[in-house]
């Protein structure tokens, strides 16, 4: 191609180039993705995103974002926000006391922003994910204030207004006793540093989203009720006395049983507390071996959960825990249960890809 000689050649010979698409190109460009259809309804819809990811099967680290141009193409087009699946936990940021490690992390910032999408941070605080020279001795409530003080404080302010919404405090409530874990963050069950906690990530990101992210807590009836009510009462006290809390995360880490009756009404009743409510990390895990019925189930219950959202004018964003089974954690952590995600592991989209383009519709 000829060397462009002004501003107005050079318009020119992009026009040209990208007209120029092949048609098949073009047409891949032109087709709907869960991205358009969501932008369409001012609603958030991501993944959690792979990074320096370990394999057992493999035995090595995998990081689908820098070395799969499959998932990249798929995790840009597909989805308007990512949320890192390990890179911003304790363990992957804090190789010692003094040092932190950002290389991931900014990582993985870098390409939400150079595709346009928005970042959910997950997270500032939480009991597990924490790295040796943390959990292998003993700490003063004061050393766990400024240590909490001091992470929330440079990890939020590295990137404060990058960052859409965070998951400052992260399942903090006892599955089933319904009382804060006793925990390095909750010691002797004080729910002191929580309130500290979105102090300090206010602070730091005047302009992020601060939320409460937790599991099991969807539905106000059934064998999630005592914790659901232990959720909402730990959030209406912090509403109450004034700490800056903006969302409550609900994980939504599912199998093929998940049966709700009343999660609208749980939406409802933050909403009431004037709260967003947010979509952290659905997935939908099937036992092995794997059928067409349970792929057929799987995508309802996608669909469930994305009405849900949907006809919840307070829920702003529908994140899912990984986009392909390639990458889920489901295998690892629970043997016989696979196939949780939207696309196979060689990124065929599933059924409940699907199930969620028709609720986008
Ligand atoms: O990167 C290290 C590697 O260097 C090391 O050799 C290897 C073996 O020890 O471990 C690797 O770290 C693993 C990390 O995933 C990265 O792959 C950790 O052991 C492993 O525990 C960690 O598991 C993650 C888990 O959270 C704990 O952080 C899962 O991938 C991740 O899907 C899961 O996600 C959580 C959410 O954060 C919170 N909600 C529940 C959800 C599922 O448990």
């Not at 970042?119 to 400024?146: M, N, S, Y």
């Not at 992470?151 to 903090?172: C, K, L, P």
């Not at 709700?260 to 997935?283: K, P, S």
């Not at 952590?333 to 599933?350: C, L, N, Q, S, V």
Request: glycine fraction near 6%; aromatic fraction near 10%.
């Amino acid at each position: 191609m000829t060397q462009p000689r002004s501003f107005g050649h050079l318009l020119l010979a992009c026009f040209l180039a990208t007209s120029l698409l092949s048609p098949r190109a073009a047409s891949a460009e032109a087709a709907p993705t869960l991205r358009k259809r969501a932008d369409a309804h001012g609603l958030l819809i991501g993944s959690a995103v792979s990074l320096g990811s370990w394999d057992e099967r493999r035995g090595e680290e995998l990081s689908p974002l820098r070395d799969s141009p499959r998932y990249r193409r798929h995790l840009r087009k597909q989805f308007n926000v990512v949320t890192p699946e390990n890179v911003m936990k304790w363990d992957q940021l804090r190789p010692g006391m003094d040092t932190f490690d950002f290389s991931l992390a900014d990582e993985l910032v870098e390409f939400a922003e150079a595709h346009g999408q928005s970042v959910h941070g997950h997270t500032l605080l939480w009991f597990l994910a924490l790295p040796d020279w943390v959990t292998e001795r003993e700490w003063t409530q004061a050393e766990q204030r400024r240590l909490a003080k001091k992470h929330i404080r440079r990890v939020a302010g590295r990137y404060a207004g990058r960052i859409h919404s965070w998951d400052v405090i992260n399942e903090a409530v006892d599955d089933t006793s319904g009382r804060l874990r006793d925990t390095m963050w909750t010691p002797g069950r004080s729910d002191r540093i929580i309130r500290r906690a979105f102090r300090w990530a206010r602070k730091a990101d005047p302009n992020a989203i601060l939320c409460y992210n937790d599991y099991n807590h969807a539905d106000m009836e059934g064998w999630q009720r005592t914790k659901s009510n232990a959720v909402y009462e730990l959030v209406r006290t912090l509403v109450r006395d004034g700490v800056p809390i903006d969302c409550v995360g609900f994980q939504f880490h599912l199998d093929h049983n998940f049966r709700q009756t009343a999660v609208a009404e749980n939406f409802r009743r933050y909403a009431d507390l004037g709260l967003q409510v947010q979509v952290t990390e659905l997935d939908v895990r099937l036992p092995e071996p794997i059928t067409q019925a349970d792929l057929n189930a799987q995508a309802s219950i996608y669909r469930e959960v994305a009405d849900l959202c949907l006809d919840a004018p307070n829920c702003t964003s529908l994140i899912m825990w990984g986009f392909t089974d390639r990458y889920s954690w489901v295998p690892w952590f629970f043997d016989g249960w696979d196939a949780a995600t939207i696309m196979t592991r060689g990124y065929k989209k599933k059924p409940a890809f699907w199930a969620l383009m028709d609720a986008l519709e």
